[in-house]
């Protein structure tokens, strides 16, 4: 039972966290209202934003959620 407890965020929750952070924006929790949430990888500076697994993480109530960032999705803005 060493497994660490990881907490989730509602899937509404999570999705409004994807669509804020594709959008290059950064959010305040959802679920208790912290911030800001922390992004893993950092966001690049300046630059297309590289395509990959992408973590948020509130720091304040310690719930993840991750997703598959695509470059697709920035190429059609
Ligand atoms: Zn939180």
Redesign the pocket.
Known sequence: MSRRHVKEFRPDEALSLIIADREGKSMR?P?????P?LRTPCRPGEGPSVAGRVSLE??????LVAYIDRTEATAIR
Do not use: I, L, T
């Open positions: 929790c679920s208790c209202g912290g911030g949430v509130c720091p304040a109530c310690g719930r």
